[in-house]
């Protein structure tokens, strides 16, 4: 089936290496995909691959965002990737193969869910920050030998999106599945994260020392439940009235 | 079936640039593949390439050859790889995904043909020179789109790395799916749904005419999540909270 790519937004998470977001884009231009997000970059790596020879017109349109929330407001789909396999499994994590033709699936035009997807790389040297990954619904992960899991920035970028247009001929048979129609957009869910977070501190279950990784947690639990869009506006409505009303009596 | 990857060699032609001998060589490493061989390198290049910090395995032990018929001696189908499509064809030219499982059946142990394997990478300015394919038995071809069609060829080599080993593994169920394991039970689903239903009855969400389809609305609602189990008693541990809270400042 067509697949339209431009659905597709690469997401750089704090890239530190001009030459790696450089390679990103090169990548994205070779496989044919041309909306890249750099979060919270270092403004000079950034200026600096931007202004390289030969830089593609994918950095010349790449948008600068400050948080992970802004990058993938509009995307009602948000993976992200890692090298870690062992890691405390909190979120399902999909081989690339099986992945990639998920994410294909979304990005198909007719498609019963045609969405934007989101996929997010982290540092060169830390990868995704526990904060990132509660943004995503689920994890890529690039199968690499034990000894050496961890992907140089460029290369996993050229790998993922080479999967992606890899088989976009051979998804011809893949069935969009009817379960997952019309899921929220990442910005609705995030503001039901929102409302859910201000509801817990109000009512006395977060506390001060562990607010972070509470946040975290809320969001995780909540992007697991791959909301629906019109369930969304449900949740939305209904924890907007259980907040209004533990404001009001926080004030008497 | 099992893949003798030790039976691949990976050989860089005039490479010009220490930091895409340095990416060829760590792709190796993450995908399995230990035998490198470098035709006539820059040895400034080579050195600086091998010295960097972090260097693999790879390029301590890789070969450093005068002449690629030296470098493909020992093997018994030699690959070259080319971004240039229409470039007069005096080789039989396969995309990635078929020439890979061409090679793949070469390395697999116990094959009818089991064969030592090179892979051939040009220079990043020239690619292979007519002289080099001579020495190839067909090319392998990276499908990019037409206006970009000259990979960064650190990336190239991940790429098609990356799909000799993809589907290596293929038969083998890799991930045993999360997916759909451990739902929770229903009374806990029950539970949930009774847990809300309150927190929306003592915040004036819940109106008398209507509180029954109210409760069917949200008993819907928390159905559609397919809840597992871990995740349900974490959201019943949030109600509770929020219950009890709105329980006490209603007493006030």
Redesign the interface.
């Known amino acids: 089936l067509p697949f339209e790519s431009d659905r597709l937004r690469v997401v750089l998470v704090n890239a530190r290496n001009p030459?790696n977001i450089g390679?990103a884009a090169?990548?994205m231009?070779?496989?044919?995909f041309r909306n890249l997000r750099v979060v919270n970059p270092f403004q000079v790596a950034f200026q600096e691959a931007r202004s390289a020879v030969g830089a593609?017109g994918v950095l010349a349109r790449a948008e600068q965002c400050t948080t992970v929330a802004e990058a993938v407001a509009d995307c009602a789909l948000v993976v992200g990737t890692t090298a870690v396999r062992h890691r405390d499994?909190l979120h399902?994590?999909?081989?690339l193969?099986?992945g990639g033709s998920l994410i294909r699936e979304r990005l198909q035009t007719g498609g019963l869910q045609r969405d934007n997807v989101a996929v997010l790389f982290g540092s060169e040297k830390y990868g995704l920050s526990n904060e990132d990954l509660s943004h995503c619904h689920w994890l890529l992960h690039?199968?690499?030998?034990d000894?050496?899991?961890?992907?140089?920035l460029?290369?996993a970028v050229?790998?993922c999106l080479?999967?992606l247009?890899?088989?976009a001929g051979e998804g011809a048979q893949l069935q969009p599945k009817i379960k997952d129609v019309n899921p929220a957009p990442a910005e609705e869910v995030e503001r039901i994260t929102q409302m859910?977070f201000e509801?817990?501190r109000?009512?006395?279950?977060v506390k001060p020392r562990t607010e972070g990784s509470t946040e975290e947690?809320?969001r995780r639990?909540i992007r697991?439940?791959s909301?629906?869009s019109p369930?969304a506006v449900?949740?939305q409505?209904?924890l907007h009235?259980?907040v209004?009303?533990?404001r009001r009596?926080a004030k008497?």
């Open positions: 030459l390679a090169r990548a231009s070779n496989f044919g593609s499994l399902r994590l999909k081989p193969e099986e690039i199968r690499t030998e000894e050496h899991i961890s992907m140089n460029g290369q050229a790998v080479y999967e247009m890899r088989s859910l509801a817990l109000l009512s006395g279950y947690k809320v639990l697991r439940l909301l629906r369930d449900a949740w409505g209904m009235r259980i209004l009303k533990l009596d008497k």
